[in-house]
């Protein structure tokens, strides 16, 4: 009776918790289907040794650390048929809302990140966790998370610099190429000032 009462226990667990944990997941991997594919090789996992989480209240924590290392199994698969590119495809931006477009942006700047970067950023920023609940999540010391937070925030900040570049040199590409030299302010200004 003690296992029914763990199962039922379990399940319980993934109802209330499920969107929590898959927006979680979302944060981790980019695709959707990918996050709800972590989402549930997770929980899976995590059944197995339900029974061995004492303290139920660190289910959350424990979950996110197998989702992280399933993650990073799949991330090492995936490395060896992945091709470099000089150029990182458009970010796919959706009709609609700004936020939407920037929420976009952000997930596929995360994508430059090494996965213990991502997760670091992840936890701290997304799940806003304090560095040592971040450490003691990912298995590292509190000053490891901080200096690898650093990296990745450095990281993350070049990689977006470096593509508002690109796309001001694109800009004034297509200025050329159609060209148009001036903005629409300043062709009015120097009518005006013909006038």
């Not at 809302?97 to 950023?121: F, G, N, T, W």
Request: charged content about 35%; hydrophobic content about 40%.
């Amino acid at each position: 009776m003690a296992q029914v009462g763990e199962v039922l226990a379990f399940e319980d667990y993934v109802r209330t918790r499920q969107d929590a944990l898959l927006r979680s997941a979302r944060r981790l991997v980019p695709d959707p289907v990918d996050a709800q594919d972590l989402l549930q090789t997770a929980l899976a996992r995590t059944y197995r040794r339900w029974e061995g989480i004492a303290d139920k209240s660190l289910a959350d924590a424990y979950l996110r650390r197998v989702m992280i290392n399933t993650r990073t199994e799949w991330w090492r698969a995936r490395k060896l048929e992945e091709v470099p590119t000089e150029q990182l495809p458009e970010p796919r931006i959706e009709d609609g809302a700004e936020q939407r477009a920037d929420r976009a942006l952000l997930m596929d700047i995360l994508s430059v990140l090494a996965p213990k970067q991502r997760s670091v950023v992840v936890l701290r920023h997304w799940e806003q966790m304090s560095t040592e609940e971040t450490a003691a999540a990912l298995g590292m010391s509190a000053g490891t998370v901080k200096s690898t937070l650093h990296r990745a925030l450095a990281r993350l900040r070049e990689e977006l610099e470096s593509r508002e570049a690109e796309a001001r040199a694109a800009e004034r590409a297509e200025s050329r190429y159609t060209g148009r030299r001036e903005g629409p302010d300043q062709e009015r200004g120097r009518q005006r000032c013909a006038a």
